[in-house]
Structure formats: C-alpha cells, structure tokens
C-alpha cells in the first residue's frame, strides 16, 4: 500500500513521485487537519478505519464482484456467474436468473433442463447459512 498522502496535498487522485495514486473521495476534517475518505469509485471496497489505513481496495476481475462501492465489501464470485471486479456479471447460463439481496447476488432460477446448485452451508449456528459463491445451474 505505501504511504500515499503526498497524492492527498494536491486533491484526490492524485499522483505520487512514485507513480502511486490516492484512490476514492476523500475531504479534509478541519478540527484534525487529517484526511477522511468518504467515497470509493466503482469495482472498490471501502476499507473504513484509523485515518492512516483507510483505502479503496479494488476487488479482484475474475473472482469478485461488489454492488454498492461505499457500503458493501467485495463478494466471491458465484461459481455460474462472470465478475469483472464490479457490479458488472454475466451468466454462465444463458436463461438463469440472479437477483440482488442485499451486498450478494443470488441465483433465484435456471432454464429448463438445468437444476439449482445451492452451494454447501458454511455450518453457522443455525446450519442454514449459505454458501452464495457456489451458487450454479447444472444440467
């Protein structure tokens, strides 16, 4: 991550000497003099924080995807969706259905001669948390 504030002196997302840049929205509180991010652009999570530990972290094109760049973390991409990072997907399955719950998209329907794969439960107290990411249609 690097000490990145030199970018902050000349707004945000600015360049730093080495090449790095400050990444989100961020404003300066005027009792403390310190800088606060309050915003983090698409296909980021908001990392929330002391001062000095605050980031935008990027979610990984590939793996992850996330819906709400200032409220939700990144999520592991479903195993019959395409993530690109953001709040962007494609169906693996032409025809099946995804609906947003929430911060995780879930698959609610597959085309005919498909079934649901549910993904395995992660145990939880109540043994009925889900595993969103291994959500798929199989045929």
Request: hydrophobic share 30%; aromatic share 6%.
């Amino acid at each position: 991550r690097g000490d990145r504030a030199c970018g902050l002196r000349n707004g945000s997302g600015a360049e730093c000497s080495d090449g790095s840049r400050v990444v989100g929205s961020w404003t300066v509180n005027t009792t403390t003099g310190r800088y606060m991010l309050t915003g983090c652009p698409a296909g980021h999570s908001l990392v929330a924080g002391p001062a000095e530990l605050q980031e935008c972290r990027a979610c990984a094109a590939g793996c992850e995807y996330i819906l709400r760049p200032d409220e939700d973390e990144c999520q592991a991409c479903p195993a019959g969706l395409e993530c690109f990072g953001n709040d962007s997907v494609v169906a693996k399955v032409a025809g099946s259905t995804w609906v947003r719950n929430g911060s995780v998209l879930v698959l609610t329907g597959c085309p005919a001669g498909y079934g649901v794969r549910a993904g395995e439960g992660t145990g939880g107290e109540s043994g009925s948390e889900v595993d969103w990411a291994g959500q798929e249609c199989v045929a």
